[in-house]
């Protein structure tokens, strides 16, 4: 259960790109009563997911305002908390250093530290600009919070589990479809993403055609998004275009092991959302998230990034388990899945409130 919030909180959230999972969380933080206004980039079209309308939740897109605009409507709304997203939008940023020590202020993050030059020049800009502007920074996982600590940022100023996918939609999967799988996993491999090139998309097509060609077997790809990417053709690999979360329940149901190839990936909520759904995983080293949610032999595995005869290998170990082993490994996927909830997510809310 969530608790009313003791007084009325109001939080701004400075938004770039919006996904579902995230307005998941800022939907039950609007049911504890707090206020949630939400300044957004348009809608993607290739996720075009819906923006649901509901009392104590308010969307502006950005475009409509200049930066003056908006800090005039944020002095006017006099929010308890401000969680600007990262450091791309300059009017965003505009907006931080003006209301800085007038309320709480936090830059969410989800850089992995990949230690090239520019991350490393960067950290020393981000150092003596921007950061100073904040009170907090929050972060997804361990990688992010690498980068923050590489920034020069005080770490005992940092929270993580930025990013909560909708826990009880995929919660509810699960318990529909764990009891039918216990039978017997289905043997298609299940891809959920864009259809561009550093998503790994294609990477996985020439792993499973390999997989086929070399030892041809019952096992299908269920491939579900779109892009820029034209889909292959090939007898055993389905292609669903985009469909919104809430009606992924027959896919869900149809396959058995969610493959997350990208090449590279800040984060990747959908490993949590498929974990979530009770999913033995195949995951590239590529994505953040595969830190929290993929335990290497017990839930799934890892492969090298963009390394197409790694990807078959991975594919060849989960076609030669056994039912009952991938049985257990989703289960765990499970467990790992609801490590971050929206209750961790709106505690965190809470605290960066109340620091």
């Known amino acids: 259960m969530y608790q009313q919030s003791k007084q009325k909180y109001k939080v701004f959230f400075l938004y770039t790109e919006l996904g579902g ?14 206020e949630v206004h939400v300044v957004h980039f348009p809608v993607n079209k290739e996720a075009p997911f819906k923006l649901i309308v509901e009392e104590g939740l308010f969307y502006y897109e950005n475009t409509i305002f200049t930066k003056e605009q908006l800090l005039l ?36 993050i989800d850089n992995q530290w990949r230690g090239t030059n520019k991350q490393r020049f960067g950290s ?62 289905p043997k298609r491999f299940l891809y959920v993403g864009r259809y561009f090139d550093y998503k790994g998309i294609t990477d996985l097509w020439d792993a499973f055609v390999r997989f086929q060609d070399e030892s041809p077997n019952e096992w299908e790809l269920w491939c579900v998004g779109t892009g820029d990417l034209e889909p292959i053709k090939h007898p055993k690999i389905k292609h669903f275009g985009f469909i919104q979360p809430e009606e992924m329940e027959s896919i ?74 991938l049985h257990m490994m989703a289960e765990k996927s499970h467990q790992l899945g609801m490590t971050i909830t929206a209750e961790s997510w709106i505690q965190t809310v809470y605290k960066l409130i109340d620091h």
Not at 21 to 34: F, Q
Not at 129 to 156: A, C, T
Request: include cysteine; aromatic fraction near 14%; hydrophobic fraction near 40%.
């Open 252 to 325: 869900i149901n149809g396959c058995g092991v969610f493959v997350m190839p990208s090449r590279f990936d800040q984060w990747g909520v959908a490993l949590q959302e498929f974990s979530i759904a009770g999913f033995p995983l195949i995951c590239s080293d590529r994505v953040g998230a595969s830190d929290t949610f993929l335990m290497q032999g017990e839930n799934g595995y890892s492969f090298q990034g963009e390394v197409v005869n790694d990807l078959v290998k991975a594919m060849k170990i989960i076609r030669d388990t056994t039912n009952s082993d």
């Open 73 to 108: 409507l944020i002095k006017k709304e006099a929010p308890s908390l401000i969680v600007c997203s990262g450091w791309v939008n300059k009017d965003y940023l505009y907006v931080c250093k003006k209301m800085r020590g007038h309320t709480s202020l936090v830059m969410a």
């Open 21 to 34: 999972y995230t307005l998941a969380c800022m939907r039950k933080l609007v049911s504890c009563g707090v």
């Open 124 to 185: 020393i800009f981000a150092k003596w600009s921007f950061l100073k502007y904040f009170d907090h920074i929050w972060v997804p996982g361990n990688r992010q919070k690498k980068y923050v600590e590489k920034m020069g940022f005080d770490v005992s100023k940092v929270a993580t589990g930025f990013y909560c996918c909708d826990v009880n939609l995929y919660n509810n999967y699960f318990l529909k479809s764990i009891t039918v799988k216990q039978k017997e996993i």
